[in-house]
């Protein structure tokens, strides 16, 4: 229906129209704000869902695998245009998720410790929305200027030393990409004269030689903004501390703003720079792809080097980004179905290690004495009757830190990739279609630079193992450091929800693996894109 339409532009709109009610509301009012909020972050996550289902009721094979709104009815590429197509509902249904359980989990303290959280929330929330689904390059660093502001309060939110200094890095880095990626559009503007993602594969056919070089300049500056955003190696510097700095649901959150830089660079890499480019082919995907090595190979140390959880957590979310931008440069259709499943499962489980830290780390007080609080939780004897033999004697582990074990188990799983969780499938497939490039599994057509990959992949898996145990033998098997944590209901459900979805990929995985591979197909075929966005006589020159 015709009117299905304008629900692409729910996810922008919502958030934007929430977060401006929401600074009318005085901030003594925190239930109510918080209700608005929560109402709001449903709705967005009910219409993520809704056009996800629009985008993948259209047939893989179908010459047309995106759906555009122009803003105005305008027609493209003069329009303000929004572009829907399974990649773009992937990340946005990933952002409503995650975003939903960031604001649950802030509702226990975390929405009260400073002004205007929700509203600063839900400009995040639309910014990002913003960023998955527009078709202009123009109005991308306009939501990615609403992203980079609004995470700025965010992650100041709360105040504290590290906070503002770690804050004060993550300002100034940021900044400096934004100047990039204004710099790259303007000399990628000069030379094709749009701004439009479709209509740029369309024109960069007719960039004369003699401009060649200054449009490969403005995307070389324009894909180096995304790669701080990402966080390659050596531009990430800032990641882990601000991360770590941050307030849980803030950090959870933020992993959906690294992912961002990845898919940017996903899309423009296949869109401008794919098959049909003819010379400019593969522009940048050997960057990407040794730049998203060494990051791997970075990160995994920084992984086993870490001591604090934030810092392990932080590093983890640069082994991610590593992988998937070395999976983005490969370039292969079946490399990058099986990147997406892994940042699907990979961004669930480090948004729900970051808010688990926080619960975990109240039970590690200094100087607590378990002993004493399993004396004044269950009595004097600690709950045995030591005039009985045959009864186990011991200390019974507290309903509170069995769950946080648990949950604490099941994130070491999936960031090791063991079985039987999602990060294990979602490795499985990466590599598989690593090592069957051509689909004939003959590893002696298998370039060296390959293997390395493989085996990056593989030993930041064993370093996150190593490093997960560790932490955990110092956590739940320390029990003269340990305390029984207080635990609200609101601050153990969201990260229970999300790693119940890690599940749920598991169980539904070859539904998921039909959907990337959907969504890699469609990525690699420009053409279809294009014709979604400006009609088939467009996406006919280029397919020429």
Request: aromatic share 8%.
């Amino acid at each position: 229906m015709e009117w299905t339409r304008h629900l692409l532009v729910v996810p922008i709109l919502l958030p934007l129209v929430t977060g401006a009610l929401l600074l009318l509301i005085d901030e003594s009012h925190h239930t109510l704000k918080a209700l608005v909020s929560l109402a709001s972050a449903a709705l967005f996550l009910v219409a993520s869902v809704m056009l996800m289902c629009m985008a993948n009721s259209v047939p893989a094979a179908s010459d047309i695998v995106s759906l555009s709104y122009a803003v105005a009815s305008w027609p493209a590429p003069f329009a303000i245009v929004l572009v829907l197509d399974r990649l773009a509902a992937l990340m946005l249904v990933l952002a409503a998720v995650i975003g939903f359980a960031s604001l649950v989990y802030s509702l226990a303290r975390w929405h009260r410790a400073g002004p205007h959280f929700h509203s600063l929330f839900q400009f995040l929330l639309m910014g990002l929305a913003g960023a998955f689904l527009t078709g202009d390059l123009f109005n991308l660093f306009v939501f990615f200027e609403v992203t980079l502001a609004t995470s700025y309060g965010l992650l100041l939110h709360g105040s504290g030393a590290f906070r503002v200094r770690s804050g004060l890095h993550y300002i100034a880095i940021n900044l400096a990409a934004s100047l990039l990626f204004l710099i790259g559009v303007s000399l990628i503007y000069g030379v094709t004269g749009t701004l439009n993602m479709a209509d740029l594969a369309v024109r960069l056919h007719a960039v004369p030689a003699g401009d060649r070089m200054l449009l490969q300049a403005g995307a070389a500056i324009l894909g180096t903004a995304f790669l701080v955003k990402a966080g390659v190696w050596p531009l990430c510097f800032w990641l882990p501390s601000a991360y770590m700095a941050a307030a849980a649901p803030v950090s959870a959150i933020f992993v959906v703003l690294t992912k961002v830089g990845v898919y940017v660079l996903l899309r423009l890499s296949l869109l401008l720079f794919g098959s049909q480019a003819g010379e400019l082919t593969g522009f940048g995907g050997t960057v990407m792809l040794w730049g998203g090595m060494a990051t791997v190979a970075f990160a995994t140390s920084g992984v086993l080097a870490s001591q604090a959880m934030g810092r392990l957590a932080g590093y983890s979310v640069l082994v991610s980004s590593g992988t998937l931008l070395a999976a983005v440069g490969m370039g292969d259709a079946a490399v990058v179905s099986g990147a997406l499943f892994y940042l699907i499962s990979s961004t669930l489980t480090t948004a729900a290690f970051f808010m688990l830290i926080e619960l975990v780390e109240r039970a590690r007080e200094p100087g607590a004495d378990l002993l004493a609080v399993t004396r004044e939780a269950y009595g004097e004897d600690g709950g045995v009757d030591e005039e009985r033999d045959d009864e186990e004697v011991g200390v019974v582990m507290p309903g509170a830190l069995a769950i946080l074990g648990v949950c604490f188990g099941c994130v070491a799983l999936l960031l090791a990739g063991l079985p039987p969780l999602s990060g294990f499938v979602a490795k499985f497939a990466m590599l598989t279609g690593m090592l069957n490039l051509d689909g004939l599994g003959t590893p002696a057509g298998i370039p060296p630079r390959t293997w390395l990959l493989v085996a990056l992949v593989i030993l930041s898996g064993l370093a996150a193992l190593l490093a997960m145990m560790r932490s955990g033998i110092g956590t739940f098997w320390a029990p003269l450091e340990t305390v029984v944590p207080r635990v609200l209901v609101v601050e153990i459900a969201p990260v229970v929800g999300l790693l119940a979805l890690c599940l749920f990929l598991t169980v539904k995985g070859g539904v998921m693996i039909e959907y990337t591979e959907a969504a890699a197909l469609s990525l690699h075929d420009p053409s279809s894109y294009i014709q979604g966005v400006l009609g088939p006589e467009q996406a006919k020159a280029v397919a020429r």
